[in-house]
């Protein structure tokens, strides 16, 4: 893939998201973009939490799941989600600085594989996610 390409898929990813308002409402924001993997920051604010103030499993699997998709658009693909598996290794508390590396691990025509690790600040890892994605289009026409 050509630098002109990616720089292109980049912008479009980044207007994609901010016109996602789940991806807004959880305030996920995009720190790096390159050909099959992206890197996803969200900080965990009271609202990502549960009753113990730990960040809510379901707030982690839908930054793994964005991460993984958006990994898959930088292959200029739009996916769907198949399949989706996450280890829940370490608790992310309320003030915790996430980043979620999504990489594409298979890029076939029809079905894409990708995985996601999630750090703290501290470079310790909180999850690990695997997903399965049925392609159902291009990003963006080269």
């Keep these: 893939m050509s630098n002109t390409v990616l720089k292109k898929i980049t912008d ?19 720190d790096e973009v390159k050909a099959g993997q992206v890197v996803l920051g969200m900080d965990i604010e009271k ?23 958006a990994a898959c658009l930088s292959c200029n693909k739009k996916v769907v989600t198949l399949s989706f ?40 890892l909180l999850c690990k996610a695997t997903g399965t994605f049925f392609v159902v289009g291009k990003l963006v026409e080269e």
């Design 85 to 124: 598996d996450m280890n829940f290794i370490k608790g992310a508390p309320l003030g915790t600085e996430i980043k979620a590396t999504g990489r594409v691990i298979h890029n076939g025509s029809r079905t894409m594989v990708c995985e996601t690790d999630m750090i703290n600040e501290d470079g310790e």
């Design 47 to 69: 609202f990502h939490t549960n009753f113990y103030e730990l960040s809510h499993g379901g707030a982690l699997m839908s930054l793994a799941d964005t991460a993984m998709g």
């Design 12 to 30: 479009v990813l980044q207007e994609f998201y901010k016109q996602n308002p789940y991806v807004e409402l959880l305030k996920i924001s995009i």
